[in-house]
């Protein structure tokens, strides 16, 4: 069964530093690109990033571009995303998701996890 | 940045009733990568519809996408109780990928 689970999120405060993982099962992690995704609270979907299966491509949402960084390690089959300089507005839940067509970054996303909290405040 | 708009913002329809959202891109997705997702109350999105048109393992055939270029529409032919959500339409053939700000289809 393939399974996404992520874990890092938590209370920090603006301009603090957080890095969040997912940790992926039940499939070839390195033959699919993979993303982010955040939604705020009552809010809409927001796409954030995503990677190539071999991590040699990486793609940023322009609120997020100098701030966030996605990167992978295929030999673990994880995904991370380290955040800095966060502000309130970061505030949301964050999904990891497996892309549905392989291994292209910007794709189509057929797996999800359950999502990892940040909450931004003072 | 290609901007998604999906109208209407909400639909309220009875059991049984047939459902049409619309989606609408601000520029020509490439290759017609649109694709729809479900959303209810504190779960993770689920993949409905990819490629405008190809539905995703799992997903009942009353779910069907069409259209191309800047206009693309989902339908439910049939509501069933589990299908009152939200609905997102995102595109993917170009960075950033982006989503609409969803419809939500509730109970009349």
């Known amino acids: 069964e393939v399974q996404l689970l992520e874990s890092g999120g938590g209370l920090v405060q603006p301009g603090g530093s957080l890095r969040l993982s997912c940790a992926a099962s039940?499939?070839?992690?390195?033959?699919?690109?993979m993303s982010w995704v955040r939604q705020a609270p009552g809010k809409g979907l927001e796409w954030v990033s995503a990677?190539?299966?071999?991590?040699?491509?990486?793609y940023y949402a322009d609120s997020v571009k100098g701030r966030f960084t996605i990167s992978r390690d295929n030999s673990k089959n994880t995904l991370y995303l380290q955040i800095n300089s966060l502000r309130a507005g970061d505030t949301a839940v964050y999904y990891c998701?497996?892309?549905?067509?392989?291994?292209?970054?910007?794709?189509?996303?057929?797996?999800w996890g359950e999502g990892t909290t940040v909450t931004v405040s003072s | 940045e290609i901007v998604l708009t999906q109208s209407p913002g909400t639909l309220s329809l009875s059991p049984g009733e047939r459902a049409t959202l619309s989606c609408r891109a601000s520029?020509?997705?490439?290759?017609?990568?649109l694709a729809w997702y479900q959303q209810k109350p504190g779960q993770a999105p689920r993949l409905l519809i990819y490629?405008?048109?190809s539905r995703a393992t799992g997903i009942p055939d009353r779910f069907s996408g069409s259209g191309s270029g800047t206009d693309f529409t989902l339908t439910i032919s049939r509501l069933e109780p589990e299908d009152f959500a939200v609905y997102y339409c995102q595109q993917y053939g170009s960075s950033p990928g982006t989503f609409g700000p969803g419809t939500k289809v509730d109970i009349k």
């Open positions: 490629g405008a048109s």
């Open positions: 998701a497996k892309a549905g067509g392989g291994a292209r970054g910007v794709n189509y996303l057929d797996v």
């Open positions: 520029q020509s997705v490439s290759n017609n990568y």
């Open positions: 039940g499939f070839t992690f390195s033959t699919y690109a």
């Open positions: 990677i190539s299966g071999s991590g040699g491509s990486t």
